[in-house]
């Protein structure tokens, strides 16, 4: 049973630091920073120069600027799944009847998110210039005046901020209707392809739970196939007793130790970006961005001064944190097809 204690050890580590990051993500202060920081003043003196320099460039390059490392982990971790579903898992079903339509599914998902992935990484995510201002990308969405406020630069780009746009740091522009950097596609999620990167998200946990089914499948067949589930053994004291949940896990672990890693991982990565996939699908709804979100969780402005209309309040306004929101349909209709620069008519 240690195998088991360690493998239970392991997923409470990675459900644990899941956890942190959801809990204290888009704050300054974590306790995961703390402790990296004090842990860095220890070692830093004991470290090399040159191993210091190399670390922090090498984590700058992969953290903040635009490189296609998580495209890669991304596209060997893919194959590393398929390959073993296609080498054992789909034998194993085969062998106990199940259908090639049942199967087939998985390798349709597989092109079907292959392009929304494609489709991620190129197109562009509604990238601010002057030429799009000129053609009317000021004009797109009003100013709340809480979180976005008329008149305002990028010290950057040096062009007027349209309203719910951003600076990336990543990519070194402003993009309309920012959402997010995402460092699996390398590329900004904006007003242009979030409609890609949601259906990417949804193909990706489809693809997940299908292959933990048809494995969960093959598994149970298994298991009635041999007879597990009456069995029993006979204990340290020379005792028989039934084989319990406990038994039979590790058997299938000693049996089909790659098939249960990968079905571990599927169900992990099934419930990670199922979540994370409901959160944006949720935000599609209200027609309101991750990054207006975690600025409208704070309970001042962010660029508290007076305005035109009113004082900022110290108290969040929920009336006007669902700004942009038109209805359902519309908020809908916005994400799949995206407003396109229109000039102000004269009066």
């Known amino acids: 049973m240690d195998f088991l204690t360690l493998f239970a ?5 990675v459900l644990t630091c ?12 974590t306790p995961l920073t703390l402790i990296f920081n004090s842990v860095g003043k220890v070692v830093s003196p004991l470290t090399p120069r040159w191993l210091q320099d190399f670390s922090q460039r090498s984590l700058h390059r992969l953290f903040h600027q635009r490189n296609n490392m998580f495209i890669y982990l991304h596209i060997l971790l893919e ?35 292959s392009i929304l992935f494609y489709l991620c990484i190129r197109r562009d995510p509604g990238t601010v210039t002057k030429m799009k201002i000129s053609a009317g990308q000021l004009h797109n969405y009003p100013y709340d ?6 008149g305002v630069s990028c010290p950057t780009c040096h062009l007027i901020k349209p309203a ?13 209707r920012f959402d997010h950097h995402c460092v699996w596609v390398n590329n900004c999620i904006g007003a242009q392809n979030t409609r890609y990167f949601l259906l990417y998200m949804f193909s990706v946990c489809a693809m997940a739970g299908d292959i933990a089914i048809l494995t969960v499948d093959m598994l149970l067949h298994v298991l009635l196939r041999s007879g597990l589930l009456q069995a029993s053994y006979i204990d340290e004291l020379g ?13 299938l672990f000693l049996t089909f130790p790659r098939i249960i890693f990968m079905l571990g991982f599927l169900i992990l990565v099934f419930f990670l970006l199922a979540g994370y996939a409901l959160f944006h699908f949720y935000l599609a709804l209200v027609n309101q961005t991750s990054n207006e979100w975690y600025k ?17 309040s110290s108290a969040p306004d929920h009336s006007r944190r669902y700004y942009y929101s038109q209805g359902l349909f519309r908020n809908l209709g916005e994400i799949f097809f995206p407003l396109q620069p229109v000039r102000k008519k004269d009066c």
């Open 9 to 13: 050890v392991y997923v409470a580590v």
């Open 18 to 29: 899941i956890a942190l990051v959801c809990r204290y993500s888009g704050q300054q202060q």
């Open 79 to 113: 194959g590393a799944v398929y390959a073993e579903f296609t080498y054992e898992v789909f034998g194993y079903c085969r062998e106990m009847d199940t259908t090639l339509v049942s199967l087939s599914v998985p390798y349709i998902l597989l092109a079907v998110k």
């Open 145 to 150: 005046r809480r979180l976005f406020h008329p």
């Open 164 to 176: 719910r746009s951003k600076h990336c740091r990543v990519c070194d522009r402003c993009v309309q």
């Open 239 to 251: 005792q028989q007793q039934p084989a319990g949940p406990l038994f039979i896990i590790q058997h």
């Open 296 to 312: 409208s969780r704070a309970s001042t402005c962010q660029h508290c001064h007076p305005t035109a209309d009113r004082f900022c």
